[in-house]
T-cell receptor, first 114, second 109 residues
Framework: EPEVTQTPSHQVTQMGQEVILRCVPI?????FYWYRQILGQKVEFLVS????????KSEIFDDQFSVERPDGSNFTLKIRSTKLEDSAMYFC????????????FGEGSWLTVV | QQPVQSPQAVILREGEDAVINCSSS?????VHWYRQKHGEAPVFLMI?????EQKGHEKISASFNEKKQQSSLYLTASQLSYSGTYFC??????????FGKGTRLSVIA
């Protein structure tokens, strides 16, 4: 069964460093998402991406964050200058065209900022 | 605006039933249910698209009351493997899924 894959599975970084989280969505999907989950809390929407541009973003997704689809298969989340409170599990997700289709999540990238 | 889930947590003995509710203050197009085990990604359970739709998978089923803007997840004859946090995600059309805070379900022997 096709799946969303994410790398790295776990990254430890120093405060102030830049981090890039990578995702390979399911190949025929058109909508891509990043969500994050702080330990013990709910899954929070960060950003959605469609047709090579951001279609929606939450208030969490400030200037520190950016997304890119550099080569037609990868979908990346960059955090420019990490803060302690960025420590969380980051989930990439993708969806086929149309409303109501299932959103498939990757296994997540656990980011620890020290 | 995030949906509201209730209860926040529930403890069941194996074989007991549970209902988890999800309600929204906004008109909904779809409701998605996920289960998440500790340290793992959310796993899709089912999606409900139309008001009044009901779906089921083995002993887990759900309903969607479009008028009341709410959905309920029914777990029948619970098994140990049902333990986890259940999230509902709601969407009003092509908007991204917004998740509730989750309901922590613990099934004990």
């Amino acid at each position: 069964e096709p799946e969303v894959t994410q790398t790295p599975s776990h990254q430890v970084t120093q405060m102030g460093q830049e981090v890039i989280l990578r995702c390979v969505p399911i190949s025929n999907h058109l909508y891509f998402y990043w969500y994050r989950q702080i330990l013990g809390q709910k899954v929070e929407f960060l950003v959605s991406f469609y047709n090579n541009e951001i279609s929606e973003k939450s208030e969490i997704f400030d200037d520190q964050f950016s997304v890119e689809r550099p080569d037609g298969s990868n979908f990346t989340l960059k955090i420019r200058s990490t803060k302690l409170e960025d420590s969380a599990m980051y989930f990439c997700a993708s969806k086929d065209r149309g409303t109501g289709n299932t959103i498939y999540f990757g296994e997540g990238s656990w980011l620890t900022v020290v | 605006q995030q949906p509201v889930q209730s209860p926040q947590a529930v403890i069941l003995r194996e074989g007991e039933d549970a209902v988890i509710n999800c309600s929204s203050s906004k008109a909904l197009y779809s409701v998605h249910w996920y289960r998440q085990k500790h340290g793992e990604a959310p796993v899709f359970l089912m999606i409900l698209l139309k008001g009044g739709e009901q779906k089921g998978h083995e002993k887990i089923s759900a309903s969607f009351n479009e008028k009341k803007q709410q959905s309920s997840l029914y777990l029948t004859a619970s098994q140990l493997s049902y333990s986890g946090t259940y999230f509902c995600g709601t969407s009003s059309g092509n908007t991204p899924l917004v998740f509730g805070k989750g309901t922590r379900l613990s099934v004990i022997a």
